[in-house]
């Protein structure tokens, strides 16, 4: 049974927005810590930004002020606003969620192997 479906990705020019979605049950929406992680070529799985059960954001020190993590209850679904970006934000996205306390902080690639999920990942391509 898939759990977390992301959408949203796609190809824009250096300086350009995108907006990430990953669509959640109900039950993981509400008591999972959330996220999202981007796969860079070269480089391991990172964490992006995540979002707690109480709405608490942590983002990598590399997004600066750029993108912004949502959640709206309306549709159980997760969001990634992302603006300004760079041709280095390249890579496959993939959204986060898993049974543990986040308090604020990023979610932990462990939490989510030990209890969480993985969605499949969406590509985010950025042309100079």
């Known amino acids: 049974q898939v759990q977390l479906v992301e959408s949203g990705g796609g190809s824009v020019q250096a300086g350009g927005s995108l907006r990430l979605s990953c669509a959640a049950t109900?039950?993981?929406?509400?008591?999972?810590?959330m996220g999202w992680y981007r796969q860079t070529t070269g480089n391991e799985r990172e964490a992006v930004a995540s979002?707690?059960?109480?709405?608490?954001?942590a983002y990598a020190d590399f997004v600066n002020g750029r993108f912004h993590i949502l959640k709206d209850s309306g549709d159980n679904a997760m969001h990634l606003e992302m603006n300004n970006l760079k041709p280095e934000d390249s890579g496959q996205y993939f959204c986060?969620?898993?049974?543990?306390?986040?308090?604020?902080?990023?979610?932990?690639?462990?939490?989510?192997?030990?209890?969480?999920?993985w969605g499949q990942g969406t590509q985010v391509t950025v042309t100079s």
């Open positions: 109900g039950y993981i929406y509400s008591r999972y810590c």
């Open positions: 986060a969620a898993a049974d543990f306390s986040c308090r604020g902080d990023l979610l932990p690639r462990d939490a989510v192997r030990d209890s969480g999920y």
């Open positions: 979002i707690d059960i109480d709405g608490r954001m």
